[in-house]
């Protein structure tokens, strides 16, 4: 008989309501649906993710996507075998409503509860997508999130490296917001990267110099800042090219820093293949860099599509799939986790970036 199984995925972790369908049969993953509700509006006047307003708009529009995401993938909840749900790290209060959301599902229709860390969601992505084989590496970059794993198993992680405190995407957002270029920074500064000269302004690389796989980015974003402020107090205001070779130094140290961490990840696992996930694996400077990297290893290098790299929720149907297989079930007293670490045996890392506590 085919092995057959079906699981809704609930994200509410960050700024993002979401709501997927996915499905396994003998092997091979679907993804039925994948429903995501932005909330970029809702905070675009505070500069940043506010929490409570966060988990207000979860709270409204959870039960929405899960209608939307059944009826996309022609599916009723008695065809499911299981309600996944990312369980932490996240924003307290949207994490609560999607686990209150799993389980009121779960409980009025019978179904098993399985409880999926959203980092987890993230570095399995590419087993979804390509099926591909553990051991590998897994590169995280993001607005919330900087960290390298190697993903043995899908409960095994070990956590080689991460930042120390801003997210790259993060740091590219605020160097926006400093050369008053719109939200995202990220593709607003990759696109004036690319009439700017790299080379102009020395900035930092920073950690380069240190043993290991840890990144900082906050140094990086002072630099530009000084830069910044020189330029004006020399000639009163930026000129176009001036922000032009700001967003090219700035990116380009970025992607330095990136490449060389990741070649040391490499080195130091060994792994067969590189991932990649998160918002900044969108840069088109920054990826092919660690195709590069990859290749010089002669690991195979891996980046699932854009939609699926981002916040999403057949990512957590996904890793939901994966530990219902290896027989995790949750009860009624699943409590969400604002802190989470997939490698509970690495050193917390400290900080807490623009979208909540990194894990
Ligand atoms: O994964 P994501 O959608 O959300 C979370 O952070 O969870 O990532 C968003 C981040 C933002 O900080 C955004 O500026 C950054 O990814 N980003 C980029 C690019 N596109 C998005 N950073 C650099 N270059 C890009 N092209
Ligand atoms: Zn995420």
Redesign the pocket.
């Known amino acids: 008989m085919a092995e057959t199984i079906t699981i809704l995925g609930l994200e509410s972790s ?3 309501t979401a709501a997927a369908v996915v499905r396994l049969t003998d092997g091979r993953a679907d993804i039925l649906s994948s429903v995501v509700a932005g909330q970029t509006e809702l905070h675009a006047a505070y500069g940043g993710v506010v929490p409570e307003l966060a988990a207000r708009a979860h709270a409204e529009k959870l039960d929405l996507c899960v209608e939307e995401a059944l009826s996309g993938a022609g599916v009723a909840l008695s065809d499911l075998d299981a309600v996944a749900v990312t369980a932490g790290p996240g924003l307290i209060g949207g994490v609560l409503s999607g686990v209150m959301c799993a389980k009121g599902i779960a409980a009025g229709a019978g179904l098993p509860l399985v409880a999926v860390n959203h980092l987890a969601g993230h570095a399995l992505t590419p087993r979804l997508t390509d099926g591909l084989a553990f051991p590998y590496l897994m590169l995280l ?5 900087c960290q390298f794993l190697l993903v043995n198993g899908p409960e095994s992680f070990k956590r080689l490296g991460g930042t120390i405190d801003d ?4 740091a ?2 605020k160097v ?1 917001k400093l050369l008053g270029l719109p ?5 607003s ?2 696109s004036e990267a690319l009439r700017g000269d790299p080379r102009r302004f020395a900035f930092p690389r920073p950690l380069l110099d240190r043993e290991g796989c840890d990144f900082s980015f906050s140094g990086l974003k002072t630099a530009l800042l000084r830069a910044r402020d020189a330029l004006i107090a020399e000639k009163g205001g930026l000129t176009v090219q001036d922000r032009a070779d700001l967003c090219a130094g700035f ?1 380009a140290a ?1 992607r330095d820093v990136l490449a060389e961490k990741s070649r040391r990840a490499l080195a130091a696992c060994n792994a067969p293949s590189f991932a990649v ?8 400077s ?1 990826r092919a860099a660690l195709k590069d990297v990859a290749a010089e290893t002669g690991a195979e290098f891996l980046a699932p599509p854009l939609a699926l ?3 999403n929720a057949a990512m957590i149907a996904w890793a939901g799939i994966e530990r219902y297989r290896l027989g995790a079930r949750n009860g009624m007293e699943l409590s969400a986790r604002p802190r989470w670490p997939l490698d509970t045996s690495g050193p917390a890392l400290i900080g807490s ?3 909540g506590a990194k894990a």
Request: charged share 25%; aromatic share 2%.
């Open positions: 960050c700024d993002d970059v993001s607005g919330g999130h997210a790259p995407g993060e590219f957002d926006a939200q995202p920074g990220g593709p500064v990759e990116q970025v996930a998160g918002g900044v694996a969108a840069n088109r920054i790299c981002t916040d970036g623009k979208k």
